[in-house]
């Protein structure tokens, strides 16, 4: 009986004890090693994009139509880079937040090193040109795949007695 009762307590103790261990998260350190992996693998790139496309939309939209802004928003637009840049901070510390919370801290620094090795710099410089093809591929596979797919299904129900 004492055995039982103690066994329950340690159990007791040990599930009371794990939630306070996942609220420590991540060291500064493990949250670094994150974050290179964020910059190093180009993904923080993505980010730059925003803001960019933001400005040149703005310009599109009133720098055509009321050119007499120009000066002002121009201005405008200058200012509020450093709000863009606060901004992509945040994306780019919450990005390493959720690789802090699916990789180690060891695992976290091979992929860094990786990327920031010559043959990870030159995936790097590639990527954008891959990613771009994949996705001119990516349409006409999908619909011919999906196609494949529902033939064979019709011709499998056919074969079971179904007339769909």
């Known amino acids: ?60 939209s009133f720098g055509t139509t009321r050119p ?4 002002d928003m121009d201005e405008v637009l200058t200012a509020l880079k450093a709000e863009a840049d606060l901004r992509r901070e945040e994306i780019v510390d919450s990005s390493a937040r959720i690789f802090a919370s699916k990789m180690t801290e060891a695992d976290l620094k091979d992929v860094a090193a990786f990327f920031n090795s010559p043959v990870g710099q030159r995936y790097n410089s590639y990527r954008p040109q891959v990613i771009d093809e994949i996705f001119a591929l ?18 499998e129900m056919r074969k079971r007695g179904h007339q769909l």
């Not at 039982?4 to 493990?30: F, V």
């Not at 999908?142 to 529902?150: E, G, I, P, V």
Request: charged fraction near 15%.
């Open 1 to 60: 009986m004492i055995r039982h009762s103690l066994a329950g307590a340690l159990l007791s103790l040990a599930l009371l004890a794990m939630p306070a261990l996942a609220q420590q998260g991540p060291t500064p350190e493990h949250l670094k090693a994150a974050r290179e992996v964020v910059v190093s693998s180009g993904l923080s790139q993505s980010f730059d994009s925003i803001y960019a496309e933001f400005s040149a939309g703005v310009r599109q």
């Open 68 to 71: 007499e802004l120009k000066k």
């Open 138 to 155: 990516l349409q006409p596979w999908s619909t011919a795949t999906s196609n494949r797919l529902f033939d064979l299904f019709q011709a």
